[in-house]
């Protein structure tokens, strides 16, 4: 690899800043969240949004609760300039909602931006420049003096504009584009200036926003380069000192969260990080990371595979299976411990709610491997757990007990695990809870063996004939038998004594499968038969006639293990 064509980021920004405070602060509450899917995420897709998809991702965001919505660069494109006239002209704008609008440091394009927001009821105009070395050589032509007068020109013409509309309804913004590759002390200059330009004051304060437009360095330096500028920008509180970071190297949402942490009040962001290139940081994942740490994010995320589904279809693009938060698999475990971890995570926190006395979805959160209820984005816990051969004992057990009601035995679930190992090796699928019934059935219930050594339950009849002594008349392979006990169960096996068949009961249990009296039974029995220990599954609406199946699926079972 040819390394060495690059140089280290600590070479190309240095920032003055030795005691920094950002490491020991705390995330305690939601920053202004700025979506701007419908500018920086539309200008990165294939095939941009037309009006229609605008006016849905749109909606989307307001039925979210974004306050601040960037809708556009309404100078660059005619559906852009349309949506903006749209949103003007429909009077549908909610009264605690800005949008902004984005342009460069260019008279004409200005004057066309406010065009585009005559009659709105409340606008923010974004003006941005490069404010890099490589940008203002390379890409615009000037030097570090030309730069800032054509900055501080341009912004003269947005402050006279923003005060030809009625007074308070525009307000400001900046953005020193490549703010992480610009020298601190130039950034300062420029935004110091515009702060003044535009007489900034807390009740009027102008928004700077340092993004990190294509991102070199490690969290640490923005979260640096952020500190410096939270301390030093002039009039501060006159400042929203916002961050937009893109995720080149894949830390994006590390970015905004050490931003935060360094005095960033505002993060602009996409959902589910489209945008340029590797996308802009991720709006989702940051709410959703606060929400996980007692956070309010302050943004509905409860349904959230509409959010995703509308942001698909507005975008074109497919959100990744394994998107955090979102993904068809982030809710899952495939693999044995991961499963035993969660089942018993899912029973401990069933228990402790109801010991509370509240509803588990009140409960605090404490199930391993998942790092928040999947409910609170409303996913279901049916997805949670799936079988394939890296799965145990605890993954199939948990979906026969909440598919079917079924609750096996802790010692008959190793068992039952391996067979289903062997049929998810064998056939390098998945197994859904269907398929692990269906295996269940034809193990334990039907296990429709060697026709010709299974014994087969014809007619049969228990009586209690004096009290506490009972008889079973039962026929077995076309024989009739008969036995006496002091159990309808134990006269049954005393009747396949008579037919040479000896089995000892060493586990017994049963259970309802559903609650009513038209419930069926299930009983499970681990048995001795003629020297052979197996298990036997039983299920009726008879629980009487559960267990004596239960014991005869023993007693055939036993037959094949010891030909196996
Ligand atoms: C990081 C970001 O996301 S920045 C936003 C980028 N978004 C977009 O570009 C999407 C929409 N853009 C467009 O549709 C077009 O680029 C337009 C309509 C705005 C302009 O198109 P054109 O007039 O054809 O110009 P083009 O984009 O090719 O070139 C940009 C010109 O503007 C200059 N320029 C670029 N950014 C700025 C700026 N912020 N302020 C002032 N001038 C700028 C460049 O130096 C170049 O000037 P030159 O023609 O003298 O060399
Ligand atoms: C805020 C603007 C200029 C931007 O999208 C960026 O720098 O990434
Ligand atoms: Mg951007």
């Given at each position: 690899?040819?390394?060495?064509?690059?140089?280290?980021?600590?070479?190309?920004?240095?920032?003055?800043?030795?005691?920094?405070?950002?490491?020991?602060?705390?995330?305690?509450?939601?920053?202004?969240?700025?979506?701007?899917?419908?500018?920086?995420?539309?200008?990165?897709?294939?095939?941009?949004?037309?009006?229609?998809?605008?006016?849905?991702?749109?909606?989307?965001?307001?039925?979210?609760?974004?306050?601040?919505?960037?809708?556009?660069?309404?100078?660059?494109?005619?559906?852009?300039?349309?949506?903006?006239?749209?949103?003007?002209?429909?009077?549908?704008?909610?009264?605690?909602?800005?949008?902004?609008?984005?342009?460069?440091?260019?008279?004409?394009?200005?004057?066309?931006?406010?065009?585009?927001?005559?009659?709105?009821?409340?606008?923010?105009?974004?003006?941005?420049?490069?404010?890099?070395?490589?940008?203002?050589?390379?890409?615009?032509?000037?030097?570090?003096?030309?730069?800032?007068?054509?900055?501080?020109?341009?912004?003269?013409?947005?402050?006279?504009?923003?005060?030809?509309?009625?007074?308070?309804?525009?307000?400001?913004?900046?953005?020193?584009?490549?703010?992480?590759?610009?020298?601190?002390?130039?950034?300062?200059?420029?935004?110091?200036?515009?702060?003044?330009?535009?007489?900034?004051?807390?009740?009027?304060?102008?928004?700077?926003?340092?993004?990190?437009?294509?991102?070199?360095?490690?969290?640490?330096?923005?979260?640096?380069?952020?500190?410096?500028?939270?301390?030093?920008?002039?009039?501060?509180?006159?400042?929203?000192?916002?961050?937009?970071?893109?995720?080149?190297?894949?830390?994006?949402?590390?970015?905004?969260?050490?931003?935060?942490?360094?005095?960033?009040?505002?993060?602009?962001?996409?959902?589910?990080?489209?945008?340029?290139?590797?996308?802009?940081?991720?709006?989702?994942?940051?709410?959703?990371?606060?929400?996980?740490?007692?956070?309010?994010?302050?943004?509905?995320?409860?349904?959230?595979?509409?959010?995703?589904?509308?942001?698909?279809?507005?975008?074109?693009?497919?959100?990744?299976?394994?998107?955090?938060?979102?993904?068809?698999?982030?809710?899952?475990?495939?693999?044995?411990?991961?499963?035993?971890?969660?089942?018993?995570?899912?029973?401990?926190?069933?228990?402790?709610?109801?010991?509370?006395?509240?509803?588990?979805?009140?409960?605090?959160?404490?199930?391993?491997?998942?790092?928040?209820?999947?409910?609170?984005?409303?996913?279901?816990?049916?997805?949670?757990?799936?079988?394939?051969?890296?799965?145990?004992?605890?993954?199939?057990?948990?979906?026969?007990?909440?598919?079917?009601?079924?609750?096996l035995p802790r010692a008959l679930q190793p068992e039952f695990s391996a067979v289903?190992?062997?049929?998810?090796?064998?056939?390098?699928?998945?197994?859904?809870?269907?398929?692990?019934?269906?295996?269940f059935?034809?193990t334990y219930l039907?296990p429709?063996?060697?026709?010709?050594?299974?014994?087969?339950?014809?007619?049969?009849?228990?009586?209690?004939?004096?009290?506490?002594?009972?008889?079973?008349?039962?026929?077995?392979?076309?024989?009739?038998?008969?036995?006496?006990?002091?159990?309808?169960?134990?006269?049954?096996?005393?009747?396949?004594?008579?037919?040479?068949?000896?089995?000892?009961v060493l586990t017994y249990a049963?259970?309802?499968?559903?609650?009513?009296?038209?419930?069926?039974?299930?009983c499970y029995a681990e048995c001795r038969v003629?020297?052979e220990v197996s298990w036997g599954v039983g299920?009726?609406?008879?629980?009487?006639?559960?267990?004596?199946?239960a014991v005869?699926s023993a007693v055939n079972r036993a037959?094949v293990v010891?030909?196996?």
């Amino acid at each position: 690899m040819p390394s060495h064509r690059y140089r280290s980021a600590y070479e190309k920004v240095s920032v003055p800043l030795t005691d920094r405070a950002w490491p020991t602060a705390r995330l305690t509450r939601a920053p202004l969240w700025v979506p701007v899917d419908l500018r920086d995420g539309n200008q990165a897709l294939a095939e941009p949004m037309d009006t229609a998809r605008k006016s849905e991702m749109f909606a989307l965001m307001l039925a979210m609760g974004y306050k601040e919505i960037e809708v556009g660069y309404p100078s660059a494109s005619q559906t852009d300039y349309d949506f903006v006239r749209h949103l003007a002209t429909s009077d549908t704008l909610p009264e605690d909602v800005t949008v902004v609008v984005f342009t460069p440091a260019k008279p004409d394009l200005i004057e066309r931006t406010f065009a585009s927001i005559e009659g709105l009821p409340r606008a923010m105009v974004h003006m941005y420049t490069a404010t890099a070395p490589t940008w203002r050589e390379v890409v615009l032509g000037y030097d570090r003096d030309g730069l800032r007068e054509l900055i501080t020109r341009n912004a003269a013409l947005v402050g006279r504009l923003a005060d030809r509309h009625r007074a308070g309804t525009v307000r400001l913004q900046f953005s020193p584009e490549v703010f992480n590759l610009t020298e601190p002390d130039y950034v300062l200059e420029v935004c110091d200036s515009l702060t003044e330009l535009w007489d900034a004051s807390p009740d009027r304060p102008v928004v700077h926003n340092l993004p990190a437009t294509v991102e070199i360095a490690s969290p640490n330096v923005y979260a640096d380069q952020i500190e410096y500028m939270h301390r030093n920008l002039a009039r501060r509180d006159a400042v929203i000192l916002s961050v937009h970071p893109h995720n080149d190297r894949g830390t994006g949402v590390a970015c905004a969260e050490l931003a935060v942490l360094a005095g960033a009040q505002r993060v602009e962001g996409c959902l589910f990080g489209n945008g340029e290139r590797t996308g802009n940081v991720d709006l989702v994942t940051l709410g959703l990371n606060l929400h996980a740490q007692g956070v309010d994010p302050m943004i509905d995320f409860s349904d959230i595979d509409e959010i995703r589904r509308v942001v698909e279809h507005c975008n074109r693009l497919p959100v990744h299976i394994r998107h955090p938060y979102v993904g068809d698999l982030v809710y899952t475990a495939f693999s044995g411990t991961h499963q035993d971890a969660i089942k018993k995570g899912m029973t401990h926190h069933a228990a402790a709610a109801a010991a509370a006395g509240v509803p588990e979805r009140e409960h605090p959160w404490n199930v391993p491997y998942l790092p928040i209820d999947p409910a609170d984005v409303g996913r279901g816990y049916e997805a949670v757990i799936r079988v394939n051969s890296q799965s145990g004992k605890g993954g199939v057990s948990y979906l026969l007990q909440t598919e079917y009601g079924l609750d096996l035995p802790r010692a008959l679930q190793p068992e039952f695990s391996a067979v289903v190992q062997r049929a998810t090796d064998a056939s390098g699928t998945e197994a859904s809870a269907g398929d692990l019934f269906a295996l269940f059935h034809a193990t334990y219930l039907d296990p429709g063996t060697d026709p010709d050594g299974a014994v087969v339950l014809g007619p049969w009849s228990t009586n209690e004939i004096a009290p506490g002594e009972h008889e079973c008349v039962c026929v077995l392979s076309a024989v009739e038998y008969r036995g006496r006990g002091n159990g309808p169960l134990s006269a049954f096996i005393r009747a396949l004594a008579e037919a040479g068949l000896k089995v000892d009961v060493l586990t017994y249990a049963e259970h309802a499968v559903d609650s009513g009296l038209d419930s069926a039974a299930v009983c499970y029995a681990e048995c001795r038969v003629d020297g052979e220990v197996s298990w036997g599954v039983g299920m009726d609406t008879s629980v009487l006639a559960a267990s004596v199946r239960a014991v005869l699926s023993a007693v055939n079972r036993a037959a094949v293990v010891a030909s196996s």
